[in-house]
């Protein structure tokens, strides 16, 4: 006896209900019962072990301005249903319709504990957005490319309908969510490795089992206008501490930052320091501070009136193997201090 | 700490970092970046004798400081020569 | 040179009468290789020395683990197994040698911790041999011989980094004396002096170790490298040991002495040569470069390397955390400016999830194409375990302290460093960080 089929709530769009184009955005949330527009394709291609029971479509506009009083009412829809799994799109690189889409998963995910999918094109800066809270299918860039995307976003709306979630992403072919876990693969990695650069040298494009994450772009700081003003604060990521690290700072990973009091020193003393980052030899910096924490140039500069005041204390910490959440969030903690403390420039030491 | 010095610059607190590899405060953006000593040493060198050494340091500080003070559009990399 | 490797795999470990290798059941003499370690202990560093055996499967957990060793003789072929320690330094890789594929030989001693650098002191290295953490240490699979050392205070990290390392390989060669009069179960032959067909792929291996001062260095022929230009050498000096790991300081990112004479690559690279493709060498030299421009330099000696020996393509691999992946990804790059293909393996970081920020911690744009070697950044709960061996305490934060803490306990560290080859930096693991 065939198992029942996978119950599915589709989500499209105006254009793809038949209603209109660009000029039809903000057209009203509207329902059937049944498949329409790209779900009849989809249905062809489930050959009954999915079914979409009901079909959901609204104004790109009119959903992207009104999020939670349409949102509302699209979970209401598809409460009613009790759908085994939520489809959306393909809505390929149509920027408002793919937020649509990545909005209407999302709120049936959190509201109502049903898992999503959508097909998106990798470009659609929807992706980054939603990847995170559903499954996302790449397709290709326009409608042109219907007939490609739907095979896809039927196989895997299938098995996700099935099992309540899919195998990982380079198997299942979905867009990375970023979510990685440690797992036994069959081959150890310098077999993969061995394979990957074979592949390579056949003149083939293996995908590779780490993708690069790029940096943000933070523009740089108006330039200080009045150096001999200013006040300088000295922050360091080499964790150099008060002899028997009175804050016990960790030697990596860090969780917190020290504040150190300078006050009176024309240098940092040998003996009443110590380097405690656990990723580079500490001797030098141990003999002598100053390579690290360099107040002894600057209070020569601040005797010359280069500036006008270096701050009473430095910040520490061990910079190593902190993760860049953590990085932003004492960097930001570090930068509220210095303001708080009327700096104006901050010398920052890296090891 | 490049993430860190960037944090500064979007509090709009101007920082110039001093580090041995400049390559990676590049990569990570780090707008103002001194070439410094060496990694167990970014602002010394204990190769030099103490004098020299103090004034390789002064110099480091020095261009921080005129790192902090000059306009950059992008990652710039300042070095410090001691002749 | 050609080189032949015969094995021997062991069924069960345990003291006895005699040490010797019967039915698969390797015995040994506990009270003679005692007195043996203790007697050659020239400088008498080592205050008490006991042997424990732990098995795979066993509820134990091993601490305190320094170096582990392969238990291998060369029969055949100039010099010993591990040249260059404690015997001349002649070359190998040629003739005929005898290995105990799952024996290893560990090295666990409290080395003082007093004073000194932030960087070099052994940080505690754990081994589970079941439970959730045994999967990250290829040393939960074997049987295992911990020479238990207690050492004598007041001396320097040198002596003690010597001393440790003398008894492992005493302990070592004394048991591959037992493999003299046997034969092999099965053996493989590796031949680099047969003209190769030249259609096939030249492919080269970087090899990047670590070495920034006692405690953290590795050994080449018996002698630290830490002014080391990178090197060519034969894939069967490596298989030979002519390379052994003093490195003690980060227990994930270390590749031992006994991974280094079965290092995955380039065994599965050797068995390959001459039907799926040409390895034309290893190439060997040292990270953590202190200046950018030793860095570059390093890096461009090394790519060149394999530049002249022809090869088309590069695997990477390296010892260390980010300091030394910059020197690798500077290698990766100027072999990509090159036309040199490069792919690296590599561990992760990404948080527990794995959406935190950055997943390698230096890269290149270069690295297209790179293989995962797991996320060291995972949360871990070591379970209770029945015994702990090699030491009865763990030693967990030097910064703060370092004070004991009971090493039987549940418990759970934020991320794996800790956990011995944790990393899998040498890529003999089969975890992997899996995107979803």
């Known amino acids: ?215 943000e772009k933070v523009p740089p700081a108006e330039p200080l206008a009045d150096l001999k003003k200013a006040t300088i604060a000295i922050v360091t990521g080499g964790g150099m501490v008060p002899k028997g690290n009175p804050d016990n700072l960790k030697q990596a990973f860090a969780d917190a930052f020290g504040t150190y009091s300078i006050e009176g020193l024309t240098e940092l003393p040998a003996g009443d320091y110590k380097g405690i980052h656990g990723g580079f030899d500490s001797t030098w910096v141990d003999l002598d501070p100053d390579r690290v924490v360099p107040v002894d140039a600057l209070r020569v500069l601040e005797k010359e009136g280069k500036f006008a005041k270096l701050l009473d204390h430095y910040y520490s910490l061990c910079g190593i193997g902190t993760n860049v959440a953590m990085s932003k969030k004492l960097g930001s903690e570090i930068a509220e201090e210095l303001k708080r403390k009327n700096v104006q420039a901050a010398i920052f030491t890296s090891t | 700490m490049s993430t860190m010095q960037k944090e500064a610059e979007r509090a709009g607190i101007p920082a110039a970092l001093i580090t041995a590899i400049p390559s990676v405060a590049k990569s990570v953006g780090v707008s103002r970046i001194i070439t410094g000593g060496g990694i167990p040493y970014p602002a010394g060198d204990p190769n030099l004798p103490a004098d020299r050494e103090f004034e390789f340091r002064k110099r480091l500080v020095e261009k921080a400081l005129e790192a902090i003070t000059a306009q950059v559009q992008e990652p710039t990399v300042f070095h410090v020569t001691l002749a | 040179m050609k080189l032949e490797r015969g094995y021997f795999r062991i069924t069960d470990l345990a003291f006895a009468d005699k040490t010797g290798l019967e039915k698969g059941i390797f015995k040994v003499n506990k009270k003679e290789l005692i007195e043996r370690l203790l007697a050659e202990d020239e400088n008498h560093l080592i205050k008490t020395l006991d042997l424990e055996i732990v098995k795979p499967g066993e509820d134990a957990r091993i601490v305190h683990i320094l170096d582990t060793l392969s238990v291998g003789l060369k029969i055949e072929g100039e010099g010993l197994f591990m040249p260059g320690n404690l015997c001349d330094p002649v070359i190998v890789g040629e003739g005929k040698t005898l290995l105990v594929e799952n024996l290893a030989v560990m090295e666990c001693a409290e080395l003082p911790w007093a004073g000194k650098s932030a960087l070099l002191y052994p940080r505690d290295a754990i081994v589970d041999m079941t439970g959730p953490a045994a999967g990250y240490s290829p040393f939960s699979e ?291 960080g899996v995107p979803y």
């Not at chain 1, 349409?70 to 959306?88: F, G, H, T, Y």
């Not at chain 3, 067909?197 to 830490?226: M, R, W």
């Not at chain 3, 999830?353 to 070697?373: M, N, Q």
């Not at chain 3, 011995?420 to 930096?425: E, F, I, L, S, T």
């Open chain 1, 1 to 215: 006896m065939m198992a029942k089929p996978v119950r599915i709530v589709h989500y499209i769009n105006q254009f793809f209900a038949g209603i209109g184009g660009e000029e039809k955005g903000s057209s009203p949330l509207e329902y059937c019962e049944g498949p329409k527009g790209p779900g009849l394709g989809l249905t062809g291609l489930f050959k009954g072990e999915a079914e979409i029971v009901r079909t959901l479509w609204c104004g790109d506009n009119l959903i992207n301005q009104n999020q939670e009083e349409v949102l509302k009412r699209v979970v209401e829809l598809v409460a009613e249903v009790k759908p085994d799994l939520v489809v959306a799109g393909p809505a390929f690189n149509a920027g408002r319709y793919g937020l649509a889409c990545g909005m209407v998963v999302k709120a049936c995910k959190e509201k109502l504990g049903i898992p999503g999918l959508m097909g998106l094109f990798p470009e659609n800066p929807a992706v980054d957005i939603y990847k995170k809270d559903t499954y996302i299918v790449p397709v290709g860039e326009s409608a042109v490319k219907m007939k490609d995307a739907l095979p896809k976003l039927a196989a895997l709306a299938v098995k996700l309908g099935k099992n309540g979630k899919l195998d990982n992403a380079l198997v299942d072919g979905y867009i990375q969510t970023g979510y990685r876990y440690n797992e036994y693969v069959p081959e150890n990695a310098a077999h993969r490795a061995i394979s990957m650069l074979m592949k390579r040298l056949k003149g083939g494009e293996p995908i590779t089992e780490v993708p690069l994450r790029g940096f």
């Open chain 3, 142 to 432: 074997t049987f295992n011989l911990i020479l238990k050392m207690e050492m004598v205070t007041g001396a320097s990290d040198v002596e003690y980094d010597n001393a440790v390392r003398s008894a492992g390989i005493r302990a070592s060669r004394y048991l591959a004396e037992v493999l003299r009069a046997l034969t092999p179960e099965r053996s493989e032959i590796f031949d680099f002096s047969k003209p190769v067909d030249p259609a096939l792929k030249k492919i080269a291996y970087v090899i990047q170790c670590q070495n920034q001062g006692t405690y953290s260095n590795t050994f080449l022929y018996g002698h630290e490298v830490s002014n080391i230009v990178p090197i060519r050498l034969s894939p069967t000096e490596v298989l030979d040991g002519c390379l052994v790991s003093g490195n003690y300081v980060w227990p994930c990112f270390k590749v031992p002495s006994f991974i280094y004479s079965n290092m995955p690559a380039v065994l599965e690279l050797s068995r390959g040569h001459g039907r799926d493709w040409n390895f034309v060498g290893v190439v060997f030299d040292r990270g953590h470069n202190n200046s950018h421009f030793e860095k570059q330099r390093v890096a461009n000696l090394a790519a060149n390397q394999t530049r002249l020996m022809g090869a088309e393509g590069v695997i990477i691999s390296w010892e260390g955390g980010g300091n030394a992946a910059t020197d690798a990804m500077l290698t990766l790059q100027r072999c990509e400016a090159w036309g040199i293909k490069a792919v690296p393996y590599t561990f992760e970081f990404g948080g527990p999830d794995g959406t935190e920020g950055i997943l390698l911690v230096d890269d290149v744009p270069e690295a297209k194409y790179v293989v995962s070697t797991g996320s060291i950044e995972k949360p871990i709960t070591l379970p209770m375990v029945k015994r702990v061996a090699g030491g009865d305490c763990l030693r967990l934060r030097k910064e703060t302290g370092g004070a004991p803490e009971p090493a039987e306990v549940e418990r759970t560290l934020d991320v794996i460093t800790a956990l011995y080859c944790g990393a899998n930096q040498s890529g003999i693991g089969k975890l992997a």
